[in-house]
């Protein structure tokens, strides 16, 4: 079992990424609050492949590729 296993698309990063760059703009243009802070947490959420905590947890099975 590798501890380290992508489970995120191409896609789901680039929708995080855009989402938070857009988020971190509010805190220069538009309502300028402090709300924008949170797209940096948004798009690095997932940027590291990381396992399911459950699965390394051993409390779920890995999906299983078909």
Do not use: F
Request: proline share 8%; hydrophobic share 45%; charged share 25%.
């Amino acid at each position: 079992m590798k501890v380290l296993e992508t489970n995120e698309g191409t896609l789901d990063r680039a929708i995080r990424i855009t989402l938070g760059i857009a988020l971190l703009s509010l805190t220069v243009v538009g309502p300028q609050t402090l709300w924008g802070l949170v797209g940096p947490a948004a798009s690095k959420a997932r940027q590291t492949p990381v396992r399911d905590a459950r699965v390394i947890l051993e409390i779920a099975e890995p999906p299983t590729k078909k």
